[in-house]
Structures are given as C-alpha cells and as structure tokens.
C-alpha cells in the first residue's frame, strides 16, 4: 500500500544519533524531506517556519527537557505526528510522553528495522511503543491526583488533557461530539476551578505539577495498525 510522503523534522542534540536517523529514513518512500535541530529553541523555530508532518523528539535535550518541548510543539503543531526516542524505558516517562502528546515511545538501544517499523506506523497515524516498553504504558497511571486536579470530573480531566494538546475550541468540540458553546462554558468553569485565568494558565499549571492525566477515550483506541505490517516488539 502506497503511503503519503511526510516531511520529517528530527530534533537530537547527538550528531550521531541524528546522522544515523537520517541514513534509517532517507530511503524511505513515504519520507519526502528530512530537516534537523540540535536544540528545543532551533525546534521551535523549525517548527513555526515550516511545520512538519512528522517529528522524532529525543527526550534529553541540552537546552531544556524534551517534554517541554513537546508541549510546546503540541501547542504550535498540534496535527503534527511525534515518536519520542529515549535511552530511557521508564514507564513513567513513557506516560507522561503519551500524555503530552507523543503518539510513539521508542528506545535508542532498539533494532533499526524495528525503530524504522515503530516511525512508520506513527507517521501514518498509529500508535506504537518499543519491544522493552509494556503495555501497560498505555494504561492511566494507578496514583491519585493532586489537588486541584484530584477535584475535577472526568470531563473536565479530558478538556485539560485536549488544552495541553494545543487543540482550539472548535477541534476539542468535534473530537467529544459537542457544540463549540458548550465547550466554552465547560472550560470556564474548569478555569473556575483550576483557580485560572485561561487556557495558557491551566496547562502551565499542569506542566509545573508534572503529573500525568488519563487519557481520555478519545485517545484511548490506538489506531489500526498499516495493513501487511506487524506491530513492533
């Protein structure tokens, strides 16, 4: 099945490691163009000069951490598709990376043709994770939530979660099936009860508590894996 050309963005502070991504997805059919940065701040700037469809995120970056820069990126580009790329396999982190927005979690130790896999099937709308990376990733963390968050309905959990995706009104509307008006009115009372002004202000409330949400059902179903391709790991 012949796959939509994507414009790649690979962020890695590790020459080596961007060089031999590029080598992995030069040859590509589905790859179009490859771009690179070195540093959170030249991402940003990429991302906001040409926003790309695809981006594989090194999780430690030199200049800030790459969760940071990945709510970022959600909030400039939030249709572009991320696979995080870890030395680490924490389950934690690998949450709080699927909670951010990232829609794959692969580790740098893994097999080229299986981190090739895992690129592929993110890329082309999928959800993946790598071999050493459980399942239960996938799964809501089992800890309470602080307060204030401990002291929000589901709903509202979900509207904070699509906020710190960067969507507007109109997208968090048509991905729960409501009108833009209610979605309006469910987020001031949510600000009402995050103790916030607006939007900016509850998601920065929620990146400074570090803490991972549920995901919400919307985002709970990974897609359908690319027909004729197996799942990595």
Do not use: Y
């Amino acid at each position: 099945m012949a796959l939509d050309k994507k414009q790649v963005l690979l962020i890695d502070g590790h020459p080596i490691v961007a060089r031999g991504l590029r080598v992995l997805l030069e040859n590509e059919p589905w790859v179009e163009r490859i771009r690179e940065a070195t540093t959170a701040k030249s991402a940003i700037e990429a991302v906001v000069s040409d926003p790309p469809d695809f981006i594989v995120l090194d999780i430690r970056l030199r200049d800030e951490c790459g969760i940071d820069t990945l709510i970022k990126i959600r909030q400039i580009c939030p249709e572009a598709r991320i696979t995080i790329l870890s030395t680490s396999d924490d389950i934690e982190i690998v949450r709080t990376a699927l909670r951010s927005g990232a829609h794959g979690f692969v580790g740098k130790d893994t097999e080229p043709d299986i981190v090739l896999d895992t690129l592929r099937v993110v890329a082309h709308g999928g959800t993946a994770l790598g071999p050493r990376i459980p399942e239960e990733a996938l799964s809501p963390a089992s800890t309470t939530l602080p307060e204030p968050f401990s002291l929000l309905t589901s709903r509202e959990l979900d509207l904070l979660h699509h906020l710190a995706l960067g969507e507007c009104n109109a997208q968090i509307a048509k991905r729960l099936g409501l009108c833009e008006k209610t979605i309006r009115n469910q987020l001031s009372r949510l600000f009402l009860r995050l103790g916030v002004r607006d939007r900016v202000n509850a998601v920065l409330l929620l990146h400074e508590a570090r803490i991972a949400l549920p995901r919400p059902e919307t985002h709970r179903t990974p897609h359908p894996w690319p027909p004729g391709r197996r799942r990595p790991g």
